[in-house]
């Protein structure tokens, strides 16, 4: 939505508060689902963990996308996370053993370009093996997030855009985040050189009114129990839910 000055030129609205967002590297948080918990990376105790789980070479073609990797040895993937960490407010995700009693790191989800002045941030470098994929517990780790950059009413978070980039190659990635409801905005040409190549970059994001027009009550809504059946399969796409939805809050 703009306006006009006094010049008859037009200009953004004017914002409700337009104080700084409040930066996850400042008090980072642990953030607790039914299926994950997502807790700040800890070094070096998280390291070898998550090396075992992800550095394995069924997972070689999952790092193609990503600034490095796969690695072979613990000590070039514990640099390799230090320098995340450096970059990022860094998650372990932590899923539960079958008897409850014990959780499981299973993957690494960041918040980065974290731009609190102007309420925008990003989550990224989301990697897990291949038994999370299109899971609950994905997409639950992705919903912790979201809503703490939203804010829930606690003073945290209050970002007004959340954004999702990718390779513009990486489809996996791109079919992921139109799942979860980012909007496509256009690709990067030559944005940045990995390993070597240059990449095109796919921006997607999520407005704060998109959010709270449909995308996180549709996230509930496919994470309820009720929209699984005796053997966890999903009775509706979250898609399909999230354009009922959005449908009924346009009319």
Not at 89 to 101: R, W
Request: with cysteine; net charge neutral; hydrophobic share 35%.
């Amino acid at each position: 939505m703009s306006t006009t000055n006094s010049f008859n030129q037009p200009i953004g609205a004017l914002i409700s508060d337009p104080s700084p967002s409040t930066s996850p590297k400042d008090n980072p948080p642990t953030l607790t689902g039914k299926h994950v918990t997502l807790r700040p990376l800890s070094l070096p105790t998280d390291a070898e963990p998550l090396f075992t789980s992800l550095c394995v070479p069924k997972n070689d073609q999952l790092w193609t996308y990503m600034p490095g990797g796969p690695f072979r040895s613990l000590p070039d993937f514990t640099s390799y996370l230090t320098a995340l960490a450096a970059d990022t407010c860094a998650f372990v995700i932590l899923t539960k053993s079958p008897n409850e009693k014990e959780q499981n790191l299973v993957g690494i989800i960041t918040l980065m370009s974290i731009v609190p002045a102007h309420q925008r941030i990003e989550i990224g470098h989301v990697f897990y093996g291949q038994e999370l994929k299109r899971s609950t517990a994905a997409t639950e780790a992705v919903w912790l997030l979201m809503g703490w950059c939203f804010g829930r009413g606690d003073g945290e978070g209050r970002y007004g855009r959340v954004e999702w980039k990718c390779d513009g190659l990486n489809g996996p990635s791109r079919r992921g985040a139109e799942r979860l409801g980012f909007r496509f905005e256009g690709v990067f040409l030559r944005h940045m050189v990995i390993k070597g190549r240059r990449r095109d970059t796919a921006w997607f994001s999520v407005l704060f009114e998109e959010w709270e027009g449909g995308v996180r009550e549709a996230m509930e809504l496919w994470l309820d129990d009720g929209n699984f059946d005796e053997n966890g399969k999903q009775k509706r796409k979250l898609e399909d839910i999230r354009a009922e939805v959005m449908g009924k809050t346009d009319s």
